[in-house]
């Protein structure tokens, strides 16, 4: 199985801050790569698809890239909205797998 | 608007059995494949199966393979999943989500307890 590795696990930033997370995988993905956003009680939600495709109604400062087995989601200009857990996840092989998540707290 | 709305969670025995269901509503299910994904406490998320349009091929990561199986009723936009043998690991919020390869719309999860 494609092991995928996230950093940090945790982060802190202050409102209007920018901020990165980094995704690993452990085999070539190629750009079949997308971000997730979680949080307690709710639907899971796709942020980011094919490494760097914003989906529809997702804020612009939201922005994916990559290639290959490196890959980030970056948030410009962090909301209060935005403290949840991020997950990645690659779509090249089977089994499908996830990232163990990054959890972003805006102070 | 777009809805997935799980049921059937609940408190099982190691191993016994349950069946999850997944209410499909403001878009046109018999378009899309149709995944279970679960969050086991304190990890992260992991993918379990996933079924074609049809309902006629299936996919499963081993941690379920042999003892979960999918389906899905495209004349009554539900989704479902049979669980057996169920193991104290397979503790977790179980979400419904669409889509191929990667998951565009989900629910917000059933929890399943495995404990006796």
């Known amino acids: 199985d494609i092991q995928m590795t996230q950093s940090p696990s945790t982060l802190s930033a202050s409102v209007g801050d920018r901020v990165t997370i980094t995704c690993r995988a452990s085999q070539n993905s190629r750009d079949w790569l997308a971000w997730y956003q979680v949080k307690p009680g709710k639907a899971p939600k796709l942020l980011i698809s094919k490494a760097s495709s914003l989906e529809g109604g997702v804020p612009s400062r939201f922005s994916g890239s990559g290639f290959g087995t490196e890959f980030t989601l970056s948030i410009s200009g962090l909301q209060p909205d935005d403290s949840a857990t991020y997950y990645c996840q690659q779509y090249n092989y089977y089994p499908w797998t996830f990232g163990q998540g990054t959890t972003v707290e805006v102070k | 608007e777009v809805h997935l709305v799980e049921s059937g969670g609940g408190l099982a025995q190691p191993g016994g059995s349950l069946r999850l269901s997944c209410a499909a509503s403001?878009?046109?299910?018999?378009?899309?494949?149709m995944n279970w994904v679960r969050q086991t406490p304190g990890q992260g998320l992991e993918w379990l199966s996933n079924?074609?349009?049809?309902?006629?091929?299936?996919l499963y990561a081993d941690s379920v393979k042999g003892r979960f199986t999918i389906s899905r009723d495209n004349a009554k936009n539900s989704l479902f999943l049979h669980m057996n043998s169920l193991r104290a690991e397979d503790t977790a919020v179980y979400y419904c989500?669409?889509?191929?390869?990667?998951?565009?719309?989900w629910g917000q999860g059933t929890l399943v307890i495995v404990s006796s």
């Open positions: 079924i074609s349009i049809s309902g006629t091929t299936a």
């Open positions: 403001g878009f046109t299910f018999s378009d899309y494949e």
């Open positions: 989500a669409s889509g191929t390869g990667y998951f565009q719309r």
